[in-house]
């Protein structure tokens, strides 16, 4: 099993433009969460998905927008982006039943000029 | 607002010593509260969890402490090792649907030869 698999690992962006950065998992996890983490704040939760089709807002969503057609990919998309988006994103999953033990992919390293 | 606050920031600690990272809670709804583990540039993967319904749980050289009435745990590295040296991390979360995870600052650990 590869886990969860995050791409690309490190991205460049000018102010305004947009991008998707992509996460896979192959454990078959229904849960499935987007958290940026930034200096001194630890990992904050952007948005998240309980099963294919449904999804919510965490605790810093806006300028992020995600989709979950399938169990396996959670993409989260940055519609226009900011400097103050400027972090590393992780993408992470676990199973709804037992110990809520979150599986985090390696990052994706943003920067926006 | 900060509802998992975590310290101390950084920390260094000799071979074999003991490392203590502390953090508090404010919301009583919390029930699990994982530590999770940091390497650089990876991402973070759970070291060890308990539930308000004990005290104290070890694994290893890795111990929770947990004070329910002072809404307080902490995690004690005991004989503490160079390879342990990475970034802490302690979480909360509530209920079993949501599994959305509430996380401290951050502490940087630094076990010194």
């Known amino acids: 099993n590869a886990g969860v698999t995050q791409t690309p690992k490190f991205q460049v962006l000018k102010t ?6 992509q996460c896979a998992q192959d454990m078959n996890h229904e ?3 987007w958290y940026r983490q930034d200096p ?6 952007i948005h998240y998905s309980v099963g294919a089709g449904i999804t919510d807002q965490g605790e810093v969503p806006n300028g992020y927008n995600v989709s979950r057609s399938t169990t396996e990919d959670f993409p989260l998309r940055l519609l226009s982006a900011a400097p103050s988006q400027t972090s590393v994103y992780f993408c992470a999953s676990s199973s709804p039943g037992g ?3 979150q599986f985090f992919g390696p990052g994706t390293r943003l920067t926006v000029l | 607002q900060q509802q998992v606050k975590q310290s101390p920031q ?12 502390n953090c508090a809670y404010e919301n009583t709804a919390f029930d699990y509260f994982p530590w999770y583990q940091q390497f650089p540039g990876k991402g973070p993967a759970l070291l060890i969890a308990i539930r308000p319904d004990v005290s ?5 050289r890795f111990t929770i402490s947990f004070n329910k009435s ?19 991390f302690c979480a909360a979360s509530m209920g079993t649907g949501r599994r959305a995870l509430t996380f401290g600052s951050g502490t940087r650990l630094q076990v010194q030869p």
């Open chain 1, 31 to 33: 849960y499935m969460s």
């Open chain 2, 10 to 21: 950084s920390l260094i600690v000799q071979k074999g010593g003991i490392s203590i990272i």
């Open chain 1, 40 to 45: 001194g704040m630890g990992l904050r939760l």
């Open chain 1, 99 to 101: 110990p809520n033990e």
């Open chain 2, 56 to 60: 104290e749980k070890k694994e290893g």
């Open chain 1, 16 to 21: 305004g433009q947009s991008m998707t950065l």
């Open chain 2, 70 to 88: 002072a809404k307080q745990f902490s995690l004690h590295i005991m004989d503490s090792q160079p390879g342990d040296s990475a970034t802490y």
